[in-house]
């Protein structure tokens, strides 16, 4: 089975920084999209920024000029660097992917969550 494995979540001031990363594992046969989400207490889980069908990016406008994504191909890993963070920037992030399996079939799977908290 796919497992998406997320790291780097953690309680960090205002303004400061974050690296999230996501390793997608198991019996890949292509990843059509990877990106990130969040959901904070109380809200839907919303899109953060992510890689498309085509390798194109999406981002969140609220994440515009803040957070970046990038991907290691072959590592099946994407990572999220996220600058001048803000404490409604509280969420657990979530790493999700469109998968086809190498028994040829599609779903998209979702990481664990990882905790990101920005507080004084």
């Known amino acids: 089975q796919v497992q998406l494995v997320e790291s780097g979540g953690d309680l960090v001031q205002p303004g400061g920084s974050l690296r999230l990363s996501c390793a997608a594992s198991g019996s890949i046969f292509k990843i059509n999209a990877m990106g990130w989400y969040r959901q904070a207490p109380g809200k839907q889980r919303e899109l953060v920024a992510a890689f498309t069908s085509g390798s194109s990016t999406n981002y969140a406008d609220f994440v515009k000029g803040r957070f970046t994504i990038s991907r290691d191909n072959a590592r099946n890993t994407v990572y999220l660097q996220m600058n001048s963070l803000k404490p409604e920037d509280t969420a657990v992030y979530y790493c999700?992917?469109?998968?086809?399996?190498?028994?040829?079939?599609?779903?998209?799977?979702w990481g664990q969550g990882t905790q990101v908290t920005v507080s004084s």
């Open positions: 999700n992917a469109d998968i086809w399996t190498a028994w040829h079939t599609r779903s998209a799977y």
